[in-house]
């Protein structure tokens, strides 16, 4: 059965830093695209990043800069690093997994989710 498990969320201050994580069992996603979205209260889960097969990236505009997606395939797991973060950053951050080697943006593509970790970040 596939797992995919977030870790690393937490309370910040505005302009400070976190590292999400994302660790996958089950299966290997090195030949699969992994994405992170997030959910805000009463928003729709939108797409923050997401990284293929070859470690190429697509960025959503409002992290542009700001986020970098990375992945580990020795370890099976995805990180999302967050600098400069905003109170708008705050959400709970979804890791999803792909059949596909290729990112997409549309949560509507991705067939493994986990959990999701709170980010909260403070003014």
């Known amino acids: 059965q596939v797992q995919l498990v977030e870790s690393g969320g937490g309370l910040v201050q505005t302009g400070g830093s976190l590292r999400l994580s994302c660790a996958a069992s089950g299966r290997t996603f090195s030949s699969n695209a992994m994405g992170w979205f997030r959910q805000a209260p009463g928003k729709e889960r939108e797409f923050v990043a997401g990284?293929?097969?070859?470690?190429?990236?697509l960025y959503a505009d409002s992290v542009k800069g700001r986020f970098t997606i990375s992945r580990d395939n020795a370890k099976n797991t995805v990180y999302l690093q967050m600098n400069s973060l905003k109170s708008e950053d705050t959400a709970v951050y979804y890791c999803?997994?792909?059949?596909?080697?290729?990112?997409?943006?549309?949560?509507?593509?991705?067939?493994?989710w986990g959990q999701g970790t709170q980010v909260t970040v403070s003014s």
């Open positions: 999803a997994g792909r059949d596909s080697g290729w990112v997409a943006a549309n949560k509507a593509d991705y067939d493994y």
């Open positions: 990284i293929n097969w070859s470690s190429g990236t």
